[in-house]
Every structure is written in C-alpha cells, then in structure tokens.
C-alpha cells in the first residue's frame, strides 16, 4: 500500500486493542469444558499448563478464549501474546532485539530495545502462548526455562526482570509421534505440570463446532451435516493408510461449501436441488486433497476415491 495516511487510518481501524474486544464463537461442551475447568485450575495454582493434539483440535481457540475470560476478569492480563515456533525461531523473536540503527548511536539501551511477545506478557500480566513449543529447537527451549521456573527473564545488556504477577503461559503442540517436531526438551517438560490433551471432539460437539462456524445464510440441513461428520470421520478410523486425518477444519470447510451451493440454489429457485451425493464427492475431492496426510506409499486420492465409495456410494 503505497498511501501511507490509507495504511495508518485501515491499520487503526482494524487494530484490536484488548483481547475481549473480539467475539470468539467457540462450543465449550465436550473436551472443550473439561479443558478450560483445567486452564483455570492451572491459573489458580500458578503452574504452566501445555494443550496436546493434532492439528486443528482447537489448541488456539481454546487459548484464546481463556485469554479473553482473564482480560474480563483482570485489570491487567488483558494483552493475549503468540508465537508459533519452529527450528528458526531465535530467542529473541519471543525475547525482542535490539534496534541496529538506534543502538549504532545510542549503544545497547532500553530506548534501542523492541519487545518481543514474551517479554511483553511477561510486563503487562498478560497470556503467552507457545504454540508448537516442540517444534522449536533446544536452545530456544531453554531460554524459556528462566519464565517458566522464575517467571523472571534476563535480557542481555539490560538485565534480568520480573514477571507481572498476572503473567500466564501456555504451551501448545502436536503429539511427539507426528513427524516434523523436536522433543520436547526433559528440563521444559519437567516445568509443565497441567498436561491436557484435546483430540478429535465426540460427534455432537463436533457438528456444534461447525454449526457455529457457518455462516447464518450458508445452513444446511442435518442429514448432510451428518453426511460430513461421516466422511470426516472415515478419515480418523482409517489409521492404517493416514497418517494425520482431517481436523475440524476440514469439517467446517465441506459445510461451508455445501452450504454456498444450497444458497445458491435458493437464490435461483431451483425446483430441483442437485443430490447431496453430486455435490459432496466434488467438495470431499477438493477439500481432502490437501486435507489428509496419507502414510508413505499411499496415494491420497486412493483414499478419496474409496471414502466417497463407501460413504456416498459409487
Ligand atoms: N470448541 C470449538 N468451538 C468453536 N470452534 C472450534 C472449536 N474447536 C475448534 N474450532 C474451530 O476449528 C478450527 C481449528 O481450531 P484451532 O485453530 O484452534 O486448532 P489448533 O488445535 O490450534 O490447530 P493447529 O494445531 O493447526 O494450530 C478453527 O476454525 C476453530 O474456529
Ligand atoms: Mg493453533
């Protein structure tokens, strides 16, 4: 964007100032409730918790609402900080760096510093989220044991701090079994002592999920709701051909399609509603492609033919 006034006045309006500024539709039955009652218990001893799961479970929204829940109830603790890591994540993209040029003329000083999302929770009392802290590698790992034990962090050149008394952290990551992530590291595993694992929701939470997450126009009937509670999950009791199966995502992805088309159909008047069955193989084809890791060796649109196969018919 090349109007710089246009960028400020678009990035103002669209700045959120306070994480219960924004409305978060989430379903809280099921794993959901549990997990939360278990964010809370962590809050109230002050030990660290960690979500586990598969991609898509959840993990964030739940950190965000629980964010959203401390900001009501706080007078501090109402910023919601995170980071996603992975092998290049340094220390100081949680920590903050340095200003090259300002510390050119000034040297290593607090003017020149810019905060990272860690430091910044760990000043205004606020939420950190580490997500996929297991995919980070050891050494940045460890510069997280000093917040987790001492809730204290040392800057270099600047010195060491204490956490704001609200300070809160939470780890998120994917179960060690699936490819791609670190170990978790003995000596951060040792501070984390509230473990709560999320996993693919039962039924009746899961079409709530998706229910929530469709547009009021987009409805589309039960029966088809069901159709795709099926299909996604074909996918989580196939464990021989897949490696990691559709999430939610994937879910809430299928319904919104089908219910684009439904739409469509009512706006056209259409007296004759295409099958579900037309219309889902094309959604199931498009949305799973990319939805589903198969395990080595196995074709993905293998696995897609014989869902629709069986779950549609021929
Ligand atoms: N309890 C819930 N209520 C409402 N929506 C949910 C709920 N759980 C998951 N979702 C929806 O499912 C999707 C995935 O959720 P989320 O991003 O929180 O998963 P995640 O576990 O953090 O995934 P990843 O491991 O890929 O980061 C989002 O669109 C979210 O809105
Ligand atoms: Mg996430």
Known sequence: MRDKEKFKEL??????????????NIVLSGQYGKALELLRDAES????????????????ILC????????KESQYSHSFHWLT????????HFLGSFDPAITLNKGFVLDAFNPGPLLSAMLEGGTFLANE?????EYSQNT???????????????????????????????PEELSGTHRLSEALKDRIKI????????????????????????????????????????TRKNTVDIEVPASIRAGIAMAKLLGRKRYLE???????????????????????LGSIKPKPGVKVQDIINRIINKILGA
């Open 11 to 24: 990035f103002n309006q669209a700045l959120v100032k306070d994480v219960f500024e924004e409305e978060i």
């Open 45 to 60: 001893t002050g030990l660290y918790p960690a979500l586990v799961g598969p991609p898509g479970v959840g993990k964030t």
């Open 64 to 71: 965000r609402y629980f964010a959203s829940i401390r900001a």
């Open 85 to 92: 890591m992975d092998e290049s994540i340094k220390p100081s």
């Open 133 to 137: 802290i297991n995919r980070a590698t």
């Open 144 to 174: 997280l044991l000093e917040p987790l034990e001492e809730a204290s962090i040392s800057i270099p050149h600047l010195g060491r701090i204490k956490a704001h008394e609200d300070f809160f952290f939470i780890s998120a990551m994917n």
């Open 195 to 234: 473990w709560i694992k999320l996993t693919y929701p039962d039924k009746s939470t899961e079409l709530d999920i998706i229910r929530i997450n469709l547009p009021e126009h987009f409805t589309i009937e039960e029966s088809e709701l069901e159709l795709i509670y099926s299909i996604i999950n074909e």
């Open 266 to 288: 009512r706006e056209h008047d259409n007296k004759e509603k295409e099958s579900i069955y037309v219309h889902l193989s094309d959604i199931v084809k498009t949305v799973l």
